[in-house]
């Protein structure tokens, strides 16, 4: 596991090929957003590379305080079909909690729509708990 630190050629790439399987609806990132995420200091992006070094797998950690203390939150773990069942998704998430604990993160934060049923397993291993809670969204426009 790794941090990205600047937007290669190459991260734009591995974003062009996992994002797809992430969503439907939402475009790869540009190689400027890309540099925007990782020049940001509230979020950390993650890559995980196979036996070959190609990017197979990615998490964001936004990282951010609150009053009430900092919080930490998981959004866009993709791991590249090719590599599923593979610990990738394990090995980025423990990085991505042990980076939320050396920020002083008391708790870290993600959802997972239930369809995706291995990612809900593997975050209940790792010691996730479903929380009974209401999510709200808005859009704007």
Do not use: C, H, K
Not at 47 to 52: N, S
Not at 81 to 94: K, P
Not at 107 to 136: C, H, I, K, M, Q
Request: net charge neutral.
């Amino acid at each position: 596991m790794s941090e990205a630190t600047s937007a290669t050629p190459e991260l734009v790439e591995a974003f062009a090929r996992l994002v797809p399987q992430l969503s439907s609806s939402s475009p790869p990132p540009t190689a400027g957003e890309l540099g925007q995420i990782v020049a940001s200091p509230a979020s950390v992006l993650f890559v995980a590379r196979d036996g070959a070094d190609r990017i197979v797998g990615s998490l964001t950690i936004a990282l951010f305080r609150v009053p009430t203390g900092v919080r930490a939150w998981i959004e866009d773990v993709v791991v590249d079909e090719s590599a599923r069942g593979a610990g990738v998704g394990e090995a980025l998430t423990l990085a991505a909690v042990r980076r939320a604990e050396a920020e002083g993160a008391r708790s870290v934060d993600l959802t997972s729509r239930p369809s995706r049923e291995a990612a809900n397993r593997l975050y209940l291993r790792l010691g996730f708990e479903a929380r009974a809670t209401n999510v709200y969204r808005y859009r704007s426009g």
